[in-house]
């Protein structure tokens, strides 16, 4: 009686890892993508809803004073941290230039977007009056617009166009559209 041996060659075993691999490699590379993508949609939802709650930081006040303060929120160009400051209302300058941001012990909190990821073209200043509810922002060119903004975050090292939010700032309304 001849003893039959059941077992894989080293050649079989070989070509079954190397197709394991292969799959492996073609499911990671999609995901990778999927998670850089969510990322940059992350990210710009905390822009949006960090200029939502600045807004209301200025109508509702503060935890941390016991006065009405102005809040001003500081996208700065190819950063991933927006600063947020609290002045006292009334400031001492009836209408603020862009330079007044430099003033850090006002920094009220910094927030963090995901990492490698990059807000805006621009620096942007957006200022939040107590009082008045009202709210501007200036660009570095220290001029008030009254016009829609757009905001960019994008993945800083990408040149993909889906790794690309456009956020809308709708100036006379105060909304905040994640695109």
């Given at each position: 009686m001849k003893l039959e041996k059941k077992a894989f060659t080293l050649i079989e075993l070989m070509?079954?890892?190397?197709?394991m691999l292969i799959l492996s490699m073609m499911v990671y590379a999609p995901y990778q993508h999927f998670q850089t993508k969510q990322?940059?949609?992350?990210?710009?939802?905390?822009?949006a809803q960090t200029l939502y709650e600045s807004r209301n930081l200025a109508i509702n006040g503060s935890l941390?004073?016991?006065w009405n303060s102005s809040i001003w929120v500081l996208f700065s160009s190819w950063s991933e941290d927006i600063s947020i400051f609290q002045y006292p209302y009334p400031h001492s300058k009836s209408v603020p230039s862009y330079n007044d941001k430099i003033d850090s012990s006002k920094?009220?909190?910094k927030k963090k977007l995901e990492p490698w990821v990059k807000i805006s073209w621009k620096d942007y200043l957006f200022i939040y009056d107590a009082i008045s509810w009202s709210g501007n922002y200036l660009e570095n060119t220290n001029n008030f617009n009254d016009t829609?903004?757009?905001?960019?975050v994008w993945m800083g090292w990408a040149d993909v166009w889906n790794l690309n939010k456009k956020i809308k700032y709708y100036t006379k309304t105060y909304v905040a559209d994640v695109q």
């Open positions: 070509v079954v890892i190397t197709i990322k940059v949609r992350n990210s710009a939802k905390i822009v941390t004073w016991t920094l009220f909190e829609n903004l757009e905001l960019s």
